[in-house]
């Protein structure tokens, strides 16, 4: 009776299959759950106290064990998977995870160590892995293994989880830790799995199941937490966990918030978590990220994430100190560019950086007149909205102020030189020669050509070859600077090059930096010659209260090293290539598509309702969104006319989304292209 009394009795032989050999069906599945809770049962009335002192990396209360042998894993984007999920349960699960029921447990209820006759559960064998640990860890072990394989993983979970329950209760904190549990063990026979295989590739036993963790973990990723957890919540018979009524938040967000702040979707979608290119909403749905650029590897990228949280707790203060990682950061991004580039500034928004990009022209230049892209988008300051066409000839915008000047889209598909013109890039580039040429006959000579490496808010318009050489060379003999906004197309994102410049074969005076330089992290940049910096400093200091700090500076760093590390310039460049392959044979079999255009993983695709007027066709561009929409894919459009389907996902997006993408994208034009 008394706990810690137990006779054990060690059996030598025991007949059956292995689990492993068997056909999985339901009732198998719910046999194996009533079997493991009963095994259980016993085992927390035993106490074995030597076993708490026993320290094994396959026991799941020490998953970060592991930490150091991931790096052995081959494929960069597994090793984020796996990264991802150690961070997640060092942040959730190891603080809590002492004060959970602890027990005598199995530990390695895997496949091959379960028995079975006549589609019953009927022993375990090999209690070699015995350990003094949370009871859930033993469930999370045998369930890793039963989603290898598996269609419908929750499904599977769901079949053991309701027997074990009957059985042996579980309580509401170890149904929830399970997913990153189950998560954890995939990640435990994946990181072993890679680590053992250079001391004993002979040893077959160890990879045993690499294949089947590896695939179920690229699978679990897709699985929304609150998805997971409330499956196995109903599984147990236990209330969900309930989402907000979206009504109510509109109500707060109208309340404190002005209408003016954008925002998605009519319906619009709450965000609880995201991991790399999926974002997990509150209601159980996970969307596969086509937009969002800023989280440019990844959503919650754990080196970034990692590199961040280390740096806050150490120091954070400003550029009016010297601190190491200001000169490492600087000098890894000044790397990147090509000479004169040299100078950097920091700040914390692609807005901040347009607007130093202004002043530094306009110190440089003592002028004031500056050419913008129609339809361009800048920032969000005073500055930037001055130069931005996309706002202040939009709606509620008060038109061009009368120093800037707007030179057409060089838009090969709908401007006025298309395609079929050898020399178009030379005759839109004579536009800005004519805007220099009136404005220096005017006494207005202009300071500087502003302009994105691809055309984002303009349609995702990829530059004719040439435009920039002719444009940047009337801009110079003009004696005005040329800058190359690369906040949405910068650091790889563009394939074959690092900048989106590089894609014209140009070197800009100024280059300025945001959304991905951060990984979602608020920081910005600046780089530009010593010539023009030089001009900048005229006695007025340069301060930025967090540009430049060193928490910036160090997750800076990390996704320069990421960006390298996992190839993703490399990744861009394949998968985008794919993509646009793909598209092309789209256009060809759907009349509304116009144009796609792009490069790496920033890509267009332009719907028309008529392919000889190009009669722009928004309802459908709104139509495919929603449709992916639907189908948890966000995507949005842009353009002047609305009717461009943009495409910008973080850069770690596989070839295997891009199938997704693709399949979807077809359902969807079958349905339109009537
Ligand atoms: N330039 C471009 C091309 C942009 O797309 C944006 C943001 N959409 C900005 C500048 C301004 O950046 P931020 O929102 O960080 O101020």
């Known amino acids: 009776e008394e706990k810690g009394m137990a006779y054990i009795r060690l059996l030598s032989f025991l007949e059956g299959e292995f689990l492993a050999n068997t056909e999985q069906n339901d009732a198998l599945l719910q046999s194996f759950g009533r079997v493991m809770a009963t095994m259980n049962k016993e085992l927390l009335q035993v106490e074995i106290p030597s076993l708490a002192y026993k320290r094994d990396i396959w026991d799941l209360k020490h998953f970060s064990d592991i930490e150091d042998r991931i790096e052995h ?55 070699g892995d015995l350990a003094y640990s949370p009871l859930i860890c033993d469930l999370a072990v045998a369930i890793a293994y039963l989603v290898m394989h598996k269609e419908e993983p929750i499904h599977v979970v769901c079949q053991f989880l309701k027997t074990y329950h009957q059985v042996l209760p579980l309580e509401e904190k170890e149904i929830d830790a399970l997913y990153y549990l189950i998560a954890g063990r995939l990640s435990t026979t994946t990181t072993m799995a890679a680590y053992s295989a250079q001391y004993r590739s002979d040893n077959a036993y160890l990879s045993v199941s690499e294949e089947g963790a590896i695939n179920a973990l690229l699978q679990w990723i897709k699985i929304n937490p609150i998805h997971a957890q409330n499956s ?113 500034f920091f700040v914390n928004s692609g807005s901040a950086a347009t607007d130093l990009a202004y002043r530094l022209a306009v110190a440089h230049t003592n002028r004031k007149d500056i050419i913008v892209v129609d339809h361009a988008y800048h920032g969000n300051t005073l500055v930037g909205i001055e130069l931005s066409p996309y706002k202040h000839d939009g709606k509620g915008g008060k038109g061009t102020q009368a120093d800037i ?73 003009a004696g005005g600077v040329c800058v190359a906004d690369e906040v949405q197309v910068g650091f790889g994102r563009v394939g074959s090059h690092f900048w989106g410049f590089e894609l014209s074969n140009v070197v800009p005076d100024i280059v300025i930096m945001g959304k991905p330089i951060g990984n979602g992290h608020p920081m910005a940049a600046v780089i530009t010659t010593d010539e023009i910096a030089k001009s900048f400093e005229n006695g007025m200091e340069f301060f930025s209260s967090f540009g430049g700090n060193p928490v910036s500076c160090e997750i800076g760093k990390a996704v320069l090293r990421v960006i390298e590390e996992e190839k993703l310039q490399e990744n861009a460049l394949k998968v985008g290539n794919y993509l646009l392959k793909e598209l092309e044979k789209f256009k060809e079999e759907f009349d509304l598509i116009g144009d796609v255009r792009g490069a790496g993983l920033f890509l267009g695709i332009e719907l028309v309702k008529d392919r000889t007027t190009l009669e722009p066709d928004e309802a459908s561009a709104t139509a495919v969104i929603n449709y992916l929409k639907g189908r948890k894919i966000m995507l949005s459009t842009d353009g002047p006319y609305h009717n461009v389907l943009k495409f910008k996902p973080p850069i770690i997006f596989t070839m295997e989304n891009a199938e997704t993408l693709l399949r979807e994208l077809r359902n969807v034009f079958q349905k339109l292209n009537k």
């Open 405 to 477: 000047h707007k030179t057409s889209i060089p838009d090969l598909y709908r401007g006025k030189y298309k395609y079929d013109d050898n020399e178009a890039g030379k005759k839109y580039a004579e536009e800005v020669k004519d805007i220099l040429q009136k404005n220096k006959e005017a006494g207005k000579p202009i300071a500087a050509f502003f302009c994105e490496s691809i055309l984002g808010c303009g349609g995702q318009v990829l530059l004719p070859s040439d435009y920039l050489t002719h444009v940047y060379k009337h801009v110079r003999e």
């Open 73 to 127: 894993i081959a494929d960069p984007y597994l090793q984020t998977v796996v990264r991802h999920y150690l961070l997640q349960f060092q942040l959730k699960l190891e603080p809590i995870l002492k004060d959970f029921r602890h027990s005598i447990i199995h530990g390695d209820a895997n496949d091959w160590n379960v028995l079975v006759r006549e589609n019953e559960v009927t022993g375990m064998i090999d209690f």
């Open 232 to 344: 196995f919540r109903k599984a147990c018979g236990i209330q969900t966990k309930q989402a907000v009524n979206h009504e109510a938040f509109w109500k707060k967000r109208n309340h404190y918030f002005s209408k003016a702040m954008s925002i998605s979707y009519k319906q619009p979608i709450k965000m609880e978590s995201a991991a790399l290119q999926y974002m997990y909403d509150d209601k159980g749905d996970t969307y596969l990220d086509c937009v969002n650029n800023i989280c440019h590897v990844g959503h919650c990228h754990p080196k970034v994430v990692k590199a961040g949280q280390a740096q806050l707790a150490v120091l954070n203060t400003n550029t009016r100190y010297f601190y190491d990682s200001l000169n490492e950061y600087a000098k890894m991004l000044s790397a990147k560019f090509p000479a004169p580039l040299s100078k950097v």
